[in-house]
């Protein structure tokens, strides 16, 4: 297996995440952003948001080297911010690199996954425990991702309830990341359910590698977006499906009620 990452490599960074912010706010004191911090990696997360509730501005744009999301807060929560966390691995190691420099202390990550396991259907919740590593961010930082734990501030056990009593199926099963969507192969999906896994993302693995390395906390929150098809004779994968904007509009609801919840009110520890 090839490694990229070298335990011995103790020379900084070319681009590194502090000077970054720091020549955004040149003179002036790094900007600190609230301890919690919902990052959404769908689209529909911020303009919802806005929409359903009174949100104020905490930072225009996230400063960093790829995502520049705007950084909100709601009024009376002050102690969690929302914003877009980017597409894919690269991205959002960028965001939690940047957020770990800000002061964030405990990250929720609100996407969508692929279903590869017979028993998902679409508008289903899956809330991993741990996160198969198939994309390359996480080789950058450790030596053999493999599964990467997450570690939530609160209790998988109370988020799956707090959604079953939304209406929700939910699965606390494992899933994979991916940065190679058209090499989703029905071999390397059955790999994949060979390791315990059921659905797939883009951003969960190398979210849950960064904030564990940084002693971030972290908790991940997937609605299946789409049913793979099991076999090659199976009918052929599509996307969501007639009232999936509506089921995607109350998991980004949902998933706010959860943040500003009494879980995610509690100081960590």
């Known amino acids: 297996m090839v490694t990229w990452f070298d335990p011995k490599d103790r020379s900084k960074p070319v681009i590194d995440p502090r000077r970054q912010i720091e020549s955004k706010y040149p003179d002036m004191d790094i900007p600190v952003l609230p301890p919690k911090a919902v990052v959404f990696c769908l689209g529909r997360g911020l303009p919802v948001l806005k929409e359903h509730y009174p949100c104020f501005p905490i930072m225009e744009k996230l400063p960093g080297f790829i995502t520049h999301s705007e950084v909100l807060g709601i009024e009376g929560n002050p102690n969690i911010c929302f914003l877009h966390g980017g597409y894919a691995a690269p991205q959002i190691a960028c965001t939690i690199e940047t957020l770990y420099v800000l002061g964030v202390k405990e990250v929720c990550l609100v996407g969508l996954c692929g279903g590869f396991d017979e028993r998902l259907s679409v508008g289903d919740i899956v809330l991993p425990e741990k996160v198969w590593s198939e994309e390359g961010t996480s080789l950058h930082y450790l030596e053999a991702?493999?599964?990467?734990?997450?570690?939530?501030?609160?209790?998988?056990?109370?988020?799956?309830?707090?959604?079953?009593?939304?209406?929700?199926?939910?699965?606390?099963?494992?899933?994979?990341?991916?940065?190679?969507?058209?090499?989703?192969?029905?071999?390397?999906?059955?790999?994949?359910?060979?390791?315990?896994?059921?659905?797939?993302?883009?951003?969960?693995?190398?979210?849950?590698?960064?904030?564990?390395?940084?002693?971030?906390?972290?908790?991940?929150?997937?609605?299946?977006?789409?049913?793979?098809?099991?076999?090659?004779?199976?009918?052929?994968?599509?996307?969501?499906?007639?009232?999936?904007?509506?089921?995607?509009?109350?998991?980004?609801?949902?998933?706010?009620?959860?943040?500003?919840?009494?879980?995610?009110?509690?100081?960590?520890?």
């Open 145 to 269: 991702p493999g599964f990467a734990e997450v570690r939530p501030a609160g209790s998988l056990a109370e988020f799956s309830s707090f959604f079953q009593g939304k209406g929700y199926q939910v699965w606390r099963e494992a899933t994979v990341t991916t940065d190679a969507v058209y090499r989703q192969t029905f071999q390397k999906e059955q790999f994949w359910r060979e390791k315990g896994c059921v659905a797939v993302d883009m951003e969960a693995s190398a979210l849950v590698n960064l904030c564990n390395l940084r002693g971030i906390k972290n908790t991940v929150i997937l609605m299946v977006s789409d049913r793979h098809p099991i076999r090659e004779e199976d009918s052929g994968w599509s996307w969501g499906g007639a009232d999936f904007a509506e089921l995607t509009r109350k998991f980004i609801l949902d998933s706010i009620d959860l943040a500003i919840d009494s879980y995610w009110r509690k100081e960590n520890g």
